[in-house]
Nanobody, 116 residues
Framework: VQLVESGGGLVQPGGSLRLSCAASGFTFSRRAMSWYRQAPGKEREWVADITRAGGDTNYADSVKGRFTISRDNAKNTVYLQMNSLKPEDRAVYYC??????????WGQGTQVTVSS
């Protein structure tokens, strides 16, 4: 079982990034998925989640209207489109099932830095 996040990087405030999470080792289409993030010195926090077929999504208030979670069950991949990025979005971003840690442990995450 593996979750591999990618797509992070350095972006200016107001910019965009698209994160990807490739899943393997379990039946992806049978699991709701989520994105979490952990900023330096802070607890890991929930960002967004998506149902198994992708028909329903939920977002933390801090990212609502700026981030979009989606999935492609044919590719066993969940995405996080992040627009209008702010310095406070700086964190390591992780994907997992929802609820978390049911199938897989945390991956290595992908670093997002928002700075001018």
């Amino acid at each position: 079982v593996q979750l591999v996040e990618s797509g992070g990087g350095l972006v200016q405030p107001g910019g965009s990034l698209r994160l990807s999470c490739a899943a393997s080792g379990f039946t992806f289409s049978r699991r709701a998925m989520s994105w979490y993030r952990q900023a330096p010195g802070k607890e890991r926090e929930w960002v967004a989640d998506i149902t198994r077929a992708g028909g329903d999504t939920n977002y933390a208030d801090s990212v609502k209207g700026r981030f979009t979670i989606s999935r492609d069950n044919a590719k066993n991949t969940v995405y996080l489109q992040m627009n209008s990025l702010k310095p406070e979005d700086r964190a390591v971003y992780y994907c997992n099932t929802f609820p978390t840690l049911v199938v897989a442990s945390w991956g290595q995450g992908t670093q997002v830095t928002v700075s001018s």
